[in-house]
């Protein structure tokens, strides 16, 4: 099973704020069977502890070391935010990246994603975009 799949990616979305976001990304996670609904606790409670907001425009919500057993299996969700949602005091994030890995994979898929996120002209491409396949690609590399 891909890690990100069109079934976890939703376009055009509005939140009122950064717990509806991670609520968003999260029920993703839990509805293609990623993650049980206990994880996405595990990634509010995440954001209380330490900010996942990582600039440019990108958060990264994911659960704490201890609700590693509730994730099932390694799974990324995609929120695109186009107005954006208040993350920070000066900061909106457009894109939320719910991810739910096993203590194995996490410093891989981070390490892959903060490689391609870095970068202003691929974020605004992905919060302009329709495609779900354009971000599929992009975030593996092959764009």
């Known amino acids: 099973m891909e890690i990100l799949t069109s079934r ?5 979305l509005s939140a009122t704020d950064k717990e509806q976001a991670i609520r968003l990304a999260g029920q993703l996670l839990v509805a293609e069977k990623y993650v049980a609904p206990e994880y996405v606790l595990g990634m509010l409670a995440r954001e209380v502890i330490a900010s996942n907001y ?3 425009g990108v958060a990264i919500p994911h659960g704490r070391h201890e609700d590693l057993k509730y994730v099932y299996q390694t799974g990324v969700s995609f929120v695109q935010l186009p107005q954006g949602v208040v993350w920070e ?3 909106k994030a457009y894109l939320i990246l719910g991810l739910a890995a096993t203590s194995n ?3 891989g898929i ?3 994603l903060l490689e391609v996120l870095r970068n202003p002209t691929i974020i605004q491409r992905l919060v302009q975009t329709g495609d779900p396949q354009m971000i599929i690609a992009t975030l593996a590399g092959r764009q």
């Open 8 to 12: 976890t990616i939703r376009l055009g």
């Open 54 to 56: 990582i600039g440019n």
């Open 110 to 112: 981070l390490s892959n």
């Open 105 to 107: 994979d996490i410093s």
């Open 89 to 91: 005091a000066d900061e």
